[in-house]
């Protein structure tokens, strides 16, 4: 994977962090747009590239096209996923689903809990790609959530569940690229780390909505949840990985329904006052004019997603016809200067569209829309002053909301792309582990899966940049591979919670595109303590299982 | 030039880079991946050129979703 030549000292570190802190530094720090930022640190990537890497013009070329079609995996998700909100949201949809979840429950915190935590980790679980963020942002809008959080505790809560999610792509991915010699014991181990993020999302919402006063009232419902998804998910390691997201995901979904009945989430305590994810006062048995649609009708969009998504993914033989078209376009060999080189590619990184989350989306979302035309849902919303309706103004918005989506989530993976081809994400990670003694190397091997993961807005990407690098790097350590490929998905995972194209796409779905780095602010600080956690439990691990 | 159109016109750029360079790399006549690379430099450097030209046009309306509203957005 890479040639001895490259040097690994700090001058070269520094420059292949460079692109990183030039992202972060303006996004966070001088809040520029994610567009801006993201074609920016698309072009310091590549400077540093040819000034340092010796990186020839074609390996960037092919480095940043390569990131391109990376890119459109995700979009193929972001405008499906904004056509569905504008299909639903036109019609009044999530106006009578914010009232008919208001009604399922009259405790605000334990409907929040319910979509930002439960329903996300379920439609992780099936789908990915961004889906969670992408459906339960604008959810958590409708019910009254502040956008910045409405797009930030999605992002938090459901990335316990990115690794062993979209039925284990992200694990059936790290098998692919590296020859484990004890599978289960790897993905056990896993499992294990992965309880981190799942106990610390589900408090950290607590925390968002209410506080102190929130966390004394809901610590029973965290734990009860939190032992059905990272307990669940780490024994079903065990059984089988593919379904261990999955099943946990979905019981914990099923037990929302007796945990609803719990006469102590009956209603939302006074002892909390202090609400700073919400955006309205608290309304006591406020009487509301009629909902554009019922609740059921409302939720039609995601009993039908969850349908088709679970029929073609679950069902073996359906799922093996429907992959069976994929596209993607050939890529030669690329090298660098230093003898970096990344493989050809016939064809590079195939997308099986019919077995694409994306393509739920759509189909969903047309659906949705000819039965809402059909009850007249968009006549009785159109503007008395003679304001359009309908898929006109469907398209509009569509267009308004997902062009700039698009072009950050593309500035970013050409951006890691470029970094990977010339060597960059080399230098970063064998840099830690030239400098750090076995139990600090084990201690930030997450972290190395954080950073893949934040650069390529995917734990299935990090495991695929780092897995073997990592492996490599505990064998000549003598660490236990379980531990550090354990640390490093657990790490892909907790990364995503900073990842900017999973922000670009919340911030988008929520209607606040330009507010990433308020966002990025939310999440950052979960993601270093998360990530400072799993470190400990890391050096735990390869402590106790040598 | 209108935001949506400046992003519009980068996002066209950005996408067409992918098969220029797939095919000028592999298969096909070189000029065809040096015009990817140059898709994907102006596609890139569109939205920063944003701020050293910045537009005429009154910032966009808030979404009805409520960012005016929300205080505490940062």
């Known amino acids: ?546 | 030039m209108n935001r949506l159109v400046t992003l519009a016109l980068s996002l066209a750029f950005l996408l067409i880079a992918f098969p220029l360079i797939s095919i000028g790399t592999t298969n096909g006549p070189p000029l065809l991946w040096w015009l990817g690379l140059m898709a994907l430099a102006i596609g890139g450097i569109l939205p920063p050129l944003r701020r050293v030209f910045p537009p005429k046009e009154p910032l966009p309306k808030p979404t009805k979703v409520g960012l005016p509203e929300d205080e505490r957005v940062s």
Do not use: C
């Open chain 1, 1 to 546: 994977m890479t040639d001895p030549q490259i040097p690994v000292d700090l001058l070269q570190w520094g420059l292949a962090l460079l692109p990183i802190a030039v992202l972060m530094v303006l996004m966070v720090a001088l809040r520029w747009t994610a567009p801006q930022a993201g074609a920016f640190g698309m072009f310091a990537a590549a400077g540093i590239s040819l000034l340092a890497f010796r990186t020839p013009l074609e390996t960037l070329a092919v480095g940043g096209a390569k990131g391109v079609w990376d890119a459109l995996f995700i979009l193929y998700v972001v405008w499906p996923a904004l056509l569905l909100y504008q299909v639903t949201d036109q019609a009044g949809g999530y106006e009578a689903l914010r009232r008919g979840i208001t009604r399922f429950s009259n405790n605000e915190l334990f409907v929040v809990l319910a979509l930002g935590w439960v329903f996300s980790s379920f439609l992780q679980g099936i789908a990915g790609f961004g889906t969670p963020i992408a459906v339960v942002a604008p959810l958590l809008v409708a019910f009254g959530v502040r956008p910045i959080y409405a797009v930030a505790i999605p992002i938090i809560a459901h990335v316990w569940a990115k690794f062993f999610g979209t039925l284990a792509v992200g694990w059936l991915a790290t098998l692919q690229v590296v020859d484990l010699a004890d599978e289960a014991e790897v993905a056990f181990q896993t499992g294990l780390l992965l309880i981190i993020p799942v106990v610390l999302g589900g408090f950290t919402v607590v925390w968002m909505y209410g506080r102190g006063p929130a966390l004394r009232h809901a610590w029973p419902l965290v734990l009860i949840i939190a032992a059905i998804h990272g307990g669940g998910q780490a024994v079903m390691t065990l059984v089988d990985p593919v379904l261990s997201t999955f099943i946990p995901a979905t019981l914990a979904l099923l037990a929302l329904y007796p945990l609803s009945r719990w006469k102590r989430y009956a209603d939302l305590p006074d002892t909390i006052t202090d609400r700073p994810a919400m955006r309205t006062v608290r309304a006591h048995g406020a009487v509301e004019a009629a909902a554009p649609m019922s609740f059921a009708m409302s939720f039609l969009p995601y009993i039908l997603l969850t349908g088709l998504t679970i029929g073609a993914l679950v069902i073996e033989p359906l799922n093996a016809v429907l992959g069976r078209f994929s596209v993607g376009l050939p890529f030669p060999e690329a090298t660098t200067g230093y003898g970096v080189v990344r493989a050809a590619a016939e064809p590079y990184s195939p997308i099986a569209p019919l077995t694409h989350p994306g393509t739920f989306l759509i189909l969903t979302s047309v659906v949705t829309w000819m039965i809402y035309r059909a009850r007249g849902y968009y006549a009785a919303q159109a503007l008395p002053e003679g304001g359009e309706a309908g898929e006109r103004s469907v398209m509009r918005a569509l267009l308004a909301d997902a062009i700039p989506a698009s072009v950050p989530v593309i500035a970013f993976l050409a951006m890691a792309q470029i970094m990977n081809h010339s060597g960059q994400n080399d230098v970063l990670a064998l840099g830690i582990a030239a400098v750090a003694p076995a139990m600090a190397f084990a201690f930030l091997s997450g972290s190395i899966g954080a950073l893949g993961a934040f650069m390529t807005s995917s734990s299935t990407s990090s495991n695929v940049l780092f897995s073997d690098l990592q492996h490599s790097v505990a064998e000549l350590k003598s660490l236990p591979e379980a531990g550090i490929i354990a640390a490093q998905s657990a790490g892909g995972a907790i990364g995503n919670a900073i990842a900017p194209a999973n922000v670009v796409l919340g911030a988008s779905t929520a209607g606040i595109a330009g507010q990433e780095g308020a966002i990025i602010r939310k999440t950052l600080p979960w993601t270093i303590i998360a990530v400072v956690l799993t470190g400990a439990a890391t050096v735990l691990l390869v402590w106790v299982f040598p």
